[in-house]
T-cell receptor, first 115, second 114 residues
Framework: AQSVTQLGSHVSVSEGALVLLRCNYSSSVPPYLFWYVQYPNQGLQLLLKYTTGATLVKGINGFEAEFKKSETSFHLTKPSAHMSDAAEYFCAVSDRGNQGGKLIFGQGTELSVKP | NAGVTQTPKFRVLKTGQSMTLLCAQDMNHEYMYWYRQDPGMGLRLIHYSVGEGTTAKGEVPDGYNVSRLKKQNFLLGLESAAPSQTSVYFC?????????????FGEGSRLTVL
């Protein structure tokens, strides 16, 4: 069965500092991997995804993530945090044989950005 | 662009009452999903549909029923609400469930069961 683990339910950084949100997955087949962001009182929106090809993927708002098969990881980074990045971030996995397009989500990591 | 619209956005129920959450999407998506979000547990899939007239169980289907009579609508029903069903419910839709996995989410429906 697939699963996703996000290390750290809450991460706090200073404005301008590096953002690193960790995600590890387990899957018996090569997965599709996603990061979603949820701003307060809103639904989730896609930040970026890895399906095939280049293992370093770039998303919106300056975020990027690298798929590392050997480490079963898909960590999310941003070189310089902005106050507007404060939100909850969810890592998700879907396997390639998944007929229903179902995503398995991690527990979420709340990012706080201090001025 | 409306995208995915959920109604109602807030509801308070007493234990044992029934209610229906409505999800409507205007993107002609085949796939639709109902998730619940609880603190520290992320999103868990309740039921989903891969097309009009079809539904399937997700991770946590007990206590819920769904219907997809029209392609654009996906209804989530609670026949006899329980306090454990207090949660934020999100509907999502997807054009292609297999290839891209990108889900488009509604803004959520916050349900409290007393």
């Amino acid at each position: 069965a697939q699963s996703v683990t996000q290390l750290g339910s809450h991460v706090s950084v200073s404005e301008g500092a590096l953002v690193l949100l960790r995600c590890n997955y387990s899957s018996s087949v090569p997965p599709y991997l996603f990061w979603y962001v949820q701003y307060p009182n809103q639904g989730l929106q896609l930040l970026l995804k890895y399906t095939t090809g280049a293992t370093l993927v770039k998303g919106i708002n300056g975020f990027e993530a690298e798929f590392k098969k050997s480490e079963t990881s898909f960590h999310l980074t941003k070189p310089s945090a902005h106050m507007s990045d404060a939100a909850e971030y969810f890592c998700a996995v879907s396997d390639r044989g998944n007929q229903g397009g179902k995503l398995i989500f991690g527990q979420g990591t709340e990012l706080s950005v201090k001025p | 662009n409306a995208g995915v619209t959920q109604t109602p956005k807030f509801r308070v129920l007493k234990t044992g009452q029934s209610m229906t959450l409505l999800c409507a999407q205007d993107m002609n998506h085949e796939y639709m999903y109902w998730y619940r979000q609880d603190p520290g547990m992320g999103l868990r899939l309740i039921h989903y549909s891969v097309g009009e007239g079809t539904t399937a169980k997700g991770e946590v289907p007990d206590g819920y029923n769904v219907s997809r009579l029209k392609k654009q609508n996906f209804l989530l029903g609670l026949e006899s609400a329980a306090p454990s069903q207090t949660s934020v419910y999100f509907c999502a839709s997807s054009y292609s469930g297999l290839l891209t996995g990108e889900l488009f989410f509604g803004e959520g429906s916050r349900l409290t069961v007393l």
